[in-house]
Each structure stands twice: as structure tokens, then as C-alpha cells.
């Protein structure tokens, strides 16, 4: 059992930055980042398979977010930047440790969720 925690989000302006992180309690190669606006379904953005060294970013994010490992062992950071106001949601740190690890992941395959941290962008 895998235990995750998001950092505390933020409200932040159009065009701005912010970096979340997420802990995780040990190990697993596959980790992730969803969010999820008032009144829809959650939904990928984001994957880092450790043991490839890949990355993976929804169409929406590409460009703009950026995965990475963090400084600290078993450590997630999101760095999202020229954020706009349909990046405001809750965002989830998930992960799993079952083949495969890529894109266009879905909900149901991610075994392990943090409790979620809100971002707020304001236009």
C-alpha cells in the first residue's frame, strides 16, 4: 500500500506559475497527476514512468506543465506554467505499479490517490 500526498494548492492569476508536489511513502514507478473541475469527470493530464525516464502530458497541458521527479526520495512535482483559468480544478496525484505507464491513462487505473489539493487560476 502506497500512501500520497499532494502539497497545498493555490490561487493564482492567468499567466502565472505554481508547482505541486507529491509524496509518496516508498517506491513505485508510475505515478500521475488528474484533475477535476466542478461538475466533470476526472481527468488525466499527466504520467512519469521512473524505470523508462518517460513522460506523458494530455493535449490540454503539453507545452505548458511540466512532470518531474523531485528533489527529495519517492517525490512528484507538477510545474504548471502559463496556467489560464480552465486549469482551475482539483488536482490528484495518483500511481500505480501494474504495466503499462503512458498516456491517456484513466481513472480506474490508478490504484493508489492522494486527497486532492485545489488550484484556483483566476482571469
Known amino acids: 500500500q502506497v500512501q500520497l500526498r499532494e502539497s497545498e494548492g493555490d490561487s493564482v492569476q492567468a499567466g502565472g506559475s505554481l508547482r505541486l508536489s507529491c509524496a509518496a511513502s516508498?517506491?513505485?514507478?508510475?505515478m500521475g497527476w488528474f484533475r477535476q473541475a466542478p461538475g466533470k469527470e476526472r481527468e488525466w493530464i499527466s504520467t512519469?514512468?521512473?524505470?523508462?525516464?518517460?513522460?506523458y502530458y494530455a493535449d490540454s497541458v503539453k507545452g505548458r506543465f511540466t512532470i518531474s521527479e523531485g528533489d527529495a526520495e519517492n517525490t512528484l512535482y507538477l510545474q504548471m506554467d502559463s496556467l489560464k483559468a480552465e486549469d482551475s480544478g482539483m488536482y490528484y496525484c495518483?500511481?500505480?505499479?501494474?504495466?503499462?505507464?503512458?498516456?491517456?491513462?484513466?481513472?480506474?487505473?490508478?490504484?493508489?490517490w492522494g486527497q486532492g489539493t485545489q488550484v484556483t487560476v483566476s482571469s
Open positions: 512519469r514512468n521512473s524505470n523508462a525516464g518517460t513522460t
Open positions: 495518483a500511481a500505480r505499479d501494474e504495466w503499462p505507464c503512458g498516456s491517456n491513462l484513466r481513472r480506474g487505473d490508478f490504484a493508489f
Open positions: 516508498g517506491y513505485i514507478y508510475c
